[in-house]
């Protein structure tokens, strides 16, 4: 059956699913992620083929048949440097990726389980050179949320405390401000849903920490910062900012989910 699907395909035709499926948590991480195991494969290939064809050259050296090893060999030997380099400095970018992958991946397993109240959730929304990690819609509104993945300090007591202004992860404040990127994204949230529907209704910007002890945020704060299991069991209670009916909830969702789908230029 596999086959025979897979030859009409090939014959051509319109496709008919062609619509895009929606994606998961951690899409964006997940499709860098397999991107540079790519490369990893690649500088791992490189000398191992190199080496073959200094080995060849070797024997044919050795049974005195042209032509001379040494060029093949300064290749093999060339391409081993290189290709440790590129394996240590791709193996270092991987590290944090894998990390942030698998925190979107517990917020977003978190934030399923809120179907069961009757919000919408919505995962790795791609825009131009960055995502937007998560968005629910329910009654309680409509909340974009920024999730931020920190390898915690071993030996001590590891925190986050956010002022209502600024966030300090261990009494450091982080090189990205994510309360910043956590009100750019509720405002292009909000856009979307204008475009694809013509309502106006506020975006609540969220912060999330998974894993982390994220003392409560102060009341009246315009950005949510807290942990994804607080977050879970709060949010709809103390923190929105306009109810949404039924109806404005199901039209709401639709127009998020009719702009992740549409295909891009």
């Known amino acids: 059956m596999f086959r025979r699907e897979s030859k009409n395909a090939a014959a051509g035709g319109r496709s008919p699913v062609p619509q895009r499926s929606l994606p998961h948590a951690g899409e964006s991480l997940r499709e860098a992620i397999e991107g ?13 083929i190199l080496g073959v064809l200094a080995l060849q050259s070797w024997f044919q050296y050795w049974w005195k048949t042209p032509p001379t090893p040494w060029f093949s060999t300064c290749l093999f030997v060339t391409s081993v440097v290189v290709s440790a380099w590129r394996w240590r400095v791709i193996a270092r970018e991987l590290e944090p990726w894998q990390m942030g992958l698998r925190g979107e991946r517990i917020v977003g397993e978190v934030l399923d389980g809120l179907r069961a109240k009757g919000y919408r959730v919505f995962h790795d ?28 300090p071993s030996g001590r007591q590891a925190k986050i405390v956010y002022d209502g202004h600024r966030v300090l992860v261990n009494g450091i404040e982080p090189d990205r401000d994510p309360v910043g990127q956590a009100k750019a994204a509720s405002r292009r949230v909000r856009g979307i849903i204008k475009e694809m529907t013509g309502k106006d209704v506020f975006v ?42 039924g109806e404005d909830v199901g039209v709401i969702a639709a127009g998020i989910d009719r702009y992740m789908r549409r295909e891009r230029a």
């Open 125 to 152: 929304i791609e825009e131009d050179g960055y995502n937007i990690d998560h968005v629910i819609v329910g009654p309680a509104g409509v909340f974009a949320i920024e999730t931020k993945t920190r390898a915690k």
């Open 204 to 245: 609540n910007p969220v912060v999330l920490y998974p894993g982390w002890w994220v003392d409560p945020p102060p009341r009246g704060a315009e950005v949510y910062v807290a942990n994804e299991k607080y977050f879970a069991i709060s949010f709809d209670r103390e923190h929105a900012r306009e109810v949404l009916a």
């Open 36 to 48: 540079r195991a790519g490369d990893l494969l690649f500088w791992g290939l490189v000398p191992g």
